[in-house]
T-cell receptor, first 115, second 114 residues
Protein backbone atom coordinates (compact mmCIF):
# COMPACT_ATOMS: atom_id res chain seq x y z
CA UNK A 1 0.00 0.00 0.00
CA UNK A 2 1.19 3.49 -0.83
CA UNK A 3 -1.05 4.90 1.93
CA UNK A 4 -1.97 8.55 1.43
CA UNK A 5 -0.13 10.31 -1.38
CA UNK A 6 -0.06 14.03 -2.14
CA UNK A 7 1.20 15.97 -5.12
CA UNK A 8 2.97 18.29 -5.55
CA UNK A 9 5.37 18.38 -2.61
CA UNK A 10 6.10 22.06 -3.08
CA UNK A 11 4.63 24.83 -5.20
CA UNK A 12 5.03 28.55 -5.60
CA UNK A 13 1.98 30.44 -6.84
CA UNK A 14 1.45 34.04 -7.82
CA UNK A 15 -1.44 35.95 -6.29
CA UNK A 16 -4.62 35.22 -8.23
CA UNK A 17 -3.43 31.96 -9.75
CA UNK A 18 -5.33 28.72 -9.33
CA UNK A 19 -4.16 25.22 -8.61
CA UNK A 20 -5.32 21.81 -7.46
CA UNK A 21 -3.63 19.87 -4.73
CA UNK A 22 -3.98 16.17 -5.37
CA UNK A 23 -4.62 13.56 -2.70
CA UNK A 24 -5.15 9.84 -3.14
CA UNK A 25 -5.39 6.87 -0.81
CA UNK A 26 -5.37 3.19 -1.64
CA UNK A 27 -6.75 1.86 1.64
CA UNK A 28 -10.44 2.11 0.67
CA UNK A 29 -11.13 4.56 3.48
CA UNK A 30 -14.42 6.43 3.34
CA UNK A 31 -13.30 9.36 5.46
CA UNK A 32 -10.87 11.88 4.02
CA UNK A 33 -9.73 15.30 5.19
CA UNK A 34 -7.80 18.38 4.15
CA UNK A 35 -5.92 20.39 6.74
CA UNK A 36 -3.65 23.38 6.64
CA UNK A 37 -0.83 24.04 9.07
CA UNK A 38 0.48 27.55 9.42
CA UNK A 39 3.97 28.06 10.91
CA UNK A 40 4.13 27.22 14.61
CA UNK A 41 0.47 26.22 14.72
CA UNK A 42 -1.64 23.12 14.88
CA UNK A 43 -3.70 21.85 11.99
CA UNK A 44 -6.95 23.43 10.92
CA UNK A 45 -9.60 21.47 9.04
CA UNK A 46 -10.48 22.89 5.64
CA UNK A 47 -12.89 20.30 4.22
CA UNK A 48 -13.76 16.71 4.87
CA UNK A 49 -15.61 13.89 3.16
CA UNK A 50 -17.40 10.88 4.60
CA UNK A 51 -17.65 9.08 1.29
CA UNK A 52 -17.72 9.49 -2.46
CA UNK A 53 -20.02 12.33 -3.44
CA UNK A 54 -20.27 13.74 0.10
CA UNK A 55 -18.20 16.69 1.30
CA UNK A 56 -18.58 19.25 4.05
CA UNK A 57 -16.86 22.38 5.32
CA UNK A 58 -14.41 22.40 8.15
CA UNK A 59 -13.12 25.28 10.22
CA UNK A 60 -11.43 27.30 7.43
CA UNK A 61 -13.10 26.56 4.06
CA UNK A 62 -13.03 30.03 2.51
CA UNK A 63 -10.96 30.20 -0.66
CA UNK A 64 -11.03 26.44 -1.23
CA UNK A 65 -13.19 23.86 -2.93
CA UNK A 66 -13.16 20.08 -2.93
CA UNK A 67 -14.73 17.21 -4.78
CA UNK A 68 -14.97 13.49 -4.09
CA UNK A 69 -15.97 11.61 -7.19
CA UNK A 70 -14.23 8.40 -6.11
CA UNK A 71 -13.33 6.79 -2.81
CA UNK A 72 -9.63 7.08 -3.64
CA UNK A 73 -9.27 10.74 -4.64
CA UNK A 74 -9.95 13.96 -2.76
CA UNK A 75 -8.50 16.98 -4.60
CA UNK A 76 -8.39 20.45 -3.07
CA UNK A 77 -8.85 23.43 -5.37
CA UNK A 78 -7.53 26.94 -4.75
CA UNK A 79 -9.29 29.29 -7.14
CA UNK A 80 -7.66 32.68 -6.51
CA UNK A 81 -4.49 32.23 -4.50
CA UNK A 82 -3.81 34.78 -1.77
CA UNK A 83 -0.74 35.24 0.45
CA UNK A 84 -2.86 34.14 3.41
CA UNK A 85 -3.02 30.68 1.83
CA UNK A 86 0.72 30.19 2.23
CA UNK A 87 0.83 27.09 4.38
CA UNK A 88 1.54 23.39 4.52
CA UNK A 89 -1.42 21.32 3.39
CA UNK A 90 -2.02 17.83 4.70
CA UNK A 91 -4.45 15.28 3.36
CA UNK A 92 -5.57 12.44 5.62
CA UNK A 93 -7.86 9.45 5.63
CA UNK A 94 -9.48 7.59 8.51
CA UNK A 95 -10.29 4.00 9.30
CA UNK A 96 -12.72 2.86 11.98
CA UNK A 97 -12.40 -0.69 13.25
CA UNK A 98 -15.31 -2.83 14.43
CA UNK A 99 -15.01 -1.43 17.93
CA UNK A 100 -15.29 2.10 16.58
CA UNK A 101 -11.66 2.89 17.23
CA UNK A 102 -10.24 5.32 14.71
CA UNK A 103 -6.84 5.56 13.09
CA UNK A 104 -5.95 8.51 10.91
CA UNK A 105 -3.31 8.33 8.18
CA UNK A 106 -1.63 11.45 6.84
CA UNK A 107 0.00 12.24 3.54
CA UNK A 108 3.47 13.80 3.47
CA UNK A 109 2.12 17.31 2.95
CA UNK A 110 2.27 19.98 0.24
CA UNK A 111 4.15 23.17 0.98
CA UNK A 112 2.52 26.11 -0.79
CA UNK A 113 3.98 29.58 -1.09
CA UNK A 114 1.86 32.39 -2.54
CA UNK A 115 3.76 35.47 -3.62
CA UNK B 1 -17.52 25.76 21.45
CA UNK B 2 -15.15 22.85 21.16
CA UNK B 3 -11.60 23.63 22.15
CA UNK B 4 -8.28 21.88 22.73
CA UNK B 5 -5.70 23.39 25.06
CA UNK B 6 -2.05 22.42 25.34
CA UNK B 7 -0.46 24.62 27.96
CA UNK B 8 3.14 23.41 27.62
CA UNK B 9 4.84 25.08 24.64
CA UNK B 10 8.05 23.13 25.32
CA UNK B 11 9.24 20.28 27.51
CA UNK B 12 12.57 18.64 28.27
CA UNK B 13 13.02 15.08 29.45
CA UNK B 14 16.05 12.97 30.16
CA UNK B 15 16.53 9.91 27.99
CA UNK B 16 14.91 6.77 29.48
CA UNK B 17 12.64 8.78 31.76
CA UNK B 18 8.86 9.09 31.41
CA UNK B 19 7.18 12.34 30.40
CA UNK B 20 3.58 13.57 30.47
CA UNK B 21 2.26 16.02 27.89
CA UNK B 22 -0.88 17.83 28.98
CA UNK B 23 -4.08 18.25 27.00
CA UNK B 24 -7.43 19.54 28.12
CA UNK B 25 -10.53 19.75 25.98
CA UNK B 26 -13.92 21.34 26.04
CA UNK B 27 -16.99 19.94 24.35
CA UNK B 28 -20.69 19.59 24.99
CA UNK B 29 -20.89 16.39 22.91
CA UNK B 30 -21.21 13.05 24.67
CA UNK B 31 -19.54 11.21 21.82
CA UNK B 32 -16.08 12.32 20.74
CA UNK B 33 -12.62 11.03 19.99
CA UNK B 34 -9.27 12.20 21.31
CA UNK B 35 -6.01 11.82 19.45
CA UNK B 36 -2.32 12.43 19.83
CA UNK B 37 0.04 12.98 16.91
CA UNK B 38 3.79 13.34 16.59
CA UNK B 39 5.38 15.72 14.11
CA UNK B 40 9.16 15.30 13.77
CA UNK B 41 11.31 18.03 12.29
CA UNK B 42 10.83 16.35 8.90
CA UNK B 43 7.25 17.67 8.98
CA UNK B 44 5.25 14.47 8.61
CA UNK B 45 2.26 13.84 10.88
CA UNK B 46 2.30 10.51 12.69
CA UNK B 47 -0.77 9.14 14.44
CA UNK B 48 0.12 7.88 17.94
CA UNK B 49 -2.97 6.98 19.94
CA UNK B 50 -6.75 7.26 20.07
CA UNK B 51 -9.23 7.38 22.95
CA UNK B 52 -12.98 7.24 22.48
CA UNK B 53 -15.20 9.12 24.91
CA UNK B 54 -16.99 5.91 25.89
CA UNK B 55 -13.82 3.88 26.38
CA UNK B 56 -13.56 2.89 30.02
CA UNK B 57 -9.91 1.99 29.89
CA UNK B 58 -7.01 4.24 29.02
CA UNK B 59 -5.62 3.62 25.55
CA UNK B 60 -2.10 2.27 25.19
CA UNK B 61 0.12 1.83 22.13
CA UNK B 62 3.57 0.54 22.96
CA UNK B 63 5.40 3.24 24.95
CA UNK B 64 2.49 5.64 24.57
CA UNK B 65 -0.48 5.76 26.89
CA UNK B 66 -3.32 8.22 27.15
CA UNK B 67 -4.35 9.24 30.66
CA UNK B 68 -8.06 9.93 30.08
CA UNK B 69 -9.88 11.73 32.88
CA UNK B 70 -13.34 12.41 31.54
CA UNK B 71 -14.67 14.41 34.47
CA UNK B 72 -11.67 16.73 34.31
CA UNK B 73 -11.77 16.79 30.50
CA UNK B 74 -8.13 15.92 30.22
CA UNK B 75 -6.34 13.56 27.85
CA UNK B 76 -2.68 13.61 28.74
CA UNK B 77 -0.11 11.66 26.74
CA UNK B 78 2.42 9.65 28.71
CA UNK B 79 5.59 8.53 26.97
CA UNK B 80 7.52 5.93 28.91
CA UNK B 81 11.26 5.31 28.59
CA UNK B 82 11.90 8.35 26.38
CA UNK B 83 14.21 7.96 23.42
CA UNK B 84 16.18 10.56 21.48
CA UNK B 85 13.90 9.87 18.52
CA UNK B 86 10.93 11.07 20.56
CA UNK B 87 12.12 14.66 20.17
CA UNK B 88 9.34 16.25 18.13
CA UNK B 89 6.23 18.40 18.22
CA UNK B 90 3.22 16.66 19.75
CA UNK B 91 -0.36 17.64 18.98
CA UNK B 92 -3.52 16.74 20.83
CA UNK B 93 -6.73 16.72 18.77
CA UNK B 94 -10.43 16.03 19.19
CA UNK B 95 -13.06 14.79 16.79
CA UNK B 96 -16.59 16.03 17.28
CA UNK B 97 -18.66 12.90 17.23
CA UNK B 98 -21.63 13.75 15.02
CA UNK B 99 -19.83 15.86 12.45
CA UNK B 100 -16.40 14.24 11.98
CA UNK B 101 -14.79 17.62 12.39
CA UNK B 102 -11.40 17.75 14.06
CA UNK B 103 -9.75 20.48 16.08
CA UNK B 104 -6.10 20.56 17.08
CA UNK B 105 -4.18 22.09 19.92
CA UNK B 106 -1.19 24.34 19.37
CA UNK B 107 1.27 21.61 20.23
CA UNK B 108 4.06 20.86 22.70
CA UNK B 109 7.66 20.64 21.56
CA UNK B 110 9.45 17.82 23.36
CA UNK B 111 13.22 17.62 23.55
CA UNK B 112 14.81 14.42 24.84
CA UNK B 113 18.23 14.95 26.39
CA UNK B 114 21.01 12.36 26.22
Amino acid sequence: NAGVTQTPKFRILKIGQSMTLQCAQDMNHNYMYWYRQDPGMGLKLIYYSVGAGITDKGEVPNGYNVSRSTTEDFPLRLELAAPSQTSVYFCASSFFNRQGRETQYFGPGTRLLVL
Amino acid sequence: AQKITQTQPGMFVQEKEAVTLDCTYDTSDQSYGLFWYKQPSSGEMIFLIYQGSYDEQNATEGRYSLNFQKARKSANLVISASQLGDSAMYFCAMREGPTYKYIFGTGTRLKVLA
